[in-house]
């Protein structure tokens, strides 16, 4: 029987970003201390956690010496280097483990795994050298986007093939000059996908404890622009069969995966109906942050029972709900209009990450609205966005107006 790590007990998080910092307030709210660990200071998670100690991810002393200061270690984001994950595993549990961030951190790896466990993907080949993308394209065709094995997010490390001509610049982009030509037998750097016409784009939060017990959230909708998360509607409203699909490929990823945690399946809905796996993140996940307002039990205190050992709890929606992602955006010349946001309606919530230095594209914060319907929520999540970003926007036309 897996030991209970009771309240009192110390967290430890490797990783200081939002993530962190709403794993931190769910995890002190069930009187656990939190510590995390990040080569940086004053932090979003670091700003509300008990201990924030700076350090490289590769100064596996110094993750050691972090470990035996906590009682069990999870992680915010899957690019903690897989040995920074053994070091401490040598004094504490690790959860999700290693194993998973070795597959779930790079593209080719992760393809590997969701094809081989017979879960439905993109078509897709491994890319190891400029030299492989003519036979990849012959193979899937055009359009396609080619990403890096590692190290992507938001669609940093892809870029989008119209034509087979494109091939090597595409390459020199995304991998840069030095890997172009790729020797033989060398490992993949890249994959390359078939562009999916896709109807929606959806995700399910799930989360596994260590009796091998999953509970799964109801798939999310969720819209992108700029590839960059902009608007997540819960639940997805969608067909029974679909969302039960994507629920039970979840399950079978939590299970296949031996993840003790939580982890999210981003997913597309084809335009024929189908579900495709696009991405997995062993973590919480920016569409489920609508959970911590709208579901019986947040993602962030799921991960806390499964890091814990503790059972886990209830994850049905209480309401629909939406989210819209605040980027640094809105603080174009100035100050956001907090007061108008909050006067769009009652049912409006706001989270903001801590962070100084709004830029354009840094995820500042998001905005929750709850109402009976998803569209409803939607709606009103809008408003509040646009309410709150008018000023950047008034100030950005007066300019151009000026300049005209």
């Known amino acids: 029987m897996t030991r209970i790590i009771a309240p009192g007990s110390t967290l430890g998080v490797l990783g200081s970003g939002q993530l962190g910092r709403m794993f931190a307030i769910a995890a002190r709210r069930m009187g656990y201390r939190v510590a995390v660990y990040s080569p940086e200071d004053d932090t979003p998670a670091g700003q509300v956690a008990d201990l924030e100690i700076s350090g490289p991810y590769d100064d596996l002393d110094r993750i050691r010496v972090f470990a035996k200061s906590v009682q069990a270690i999870t992680f915010e984001f899957e690019n903690v280097p897989v040995e920074a994950a053994m070091a401490a595993a040598q004094f504490v549990p690790v959860r999700p483990d290693g194993a998973v961030l070795h597959v779930t951190q790079n593209r080719v790896r992760e393809k590997r795994f969701l094809s081989q466990a017979g879960i439905p993907v993109a078509p897709f080949r491994e890319i190891a050298g400029a030299a492989d993308l003519p036979a990849a394209l012959a193979a899937i065709g055009t359009p396609a ?4 094995a590692g190290f992507g997010y938001d669609g940093k490390g892809q870029v989008r093939i ?36 896709f109807r929606h784009e959806l995700s399910v939060v799930g989360a596994r404890g260590t009796d091998g017990h999953v509970a799964c959230y109801p798939p999310l909708r969720n819209e992108h622009r700029r590839h960059i998360l902009d608007v997540t509607v ?35 809905l084809t335009a024929d109906g189908a579900l495709l796996v696009n991405e997995l993140a062993p973590r919480p996940h920016n569409s489920g942050h609508v959970t911590f307002d709208n579901a019986v039990t947040s993602q962030f205190e799921q991960q806390v029972r499964a890091v814990s050992g503790l059972p886990l709890g209830d994850p049905r929606l209480l309401c629909a709900a939406a989210m819209a992602n605040l980027l640094g955006d809105c603080w174009d010349d100035g100050e956001p209009d907090w007061a108008a946001a909050l006067a769009t309606s009652p ?10 230095q709004p830029r354009p594209g840094r995820k500042m914060g998001h905005l929750t609205a709850l109402a009976r319907e998803g569209a409803e929520a939607e709606r009103l999540v809008r408003a509040a966005r646009d309410a709150l970003c008018a000023p950047a926007r008034d100030r950005r036309a007066r300019v151009a107006r000026a300049r005209a």
């Open 347 to 356: 049912a409006v919530k706001l989270h903001l990450y801590g962070k100084a």
């Open 145 to 148: 986007i080619l990403k890096t």
């Open 162 to 197: 119209e034509r087979a001509d494109d091939a090597a610049a595409a390459f020199a982009a995304v991998i840069g000059p030095t890997g172009v030509r790729g020797a033989a037998g060398a490992a993949p750097v890249a994959v390359l996908e078939k562009l999916v016409d």
């Open 234 to 268: 819960a639940p997805a409203e969608l067909e029974a069969t679909v969302m039960q699909q994507a629920v039970d490929i979840t399950r079978a990823v939590l299970e296949t995966l031996h993840v003790v945690g939580v982890l999210c399946v981003e997913f597309f």
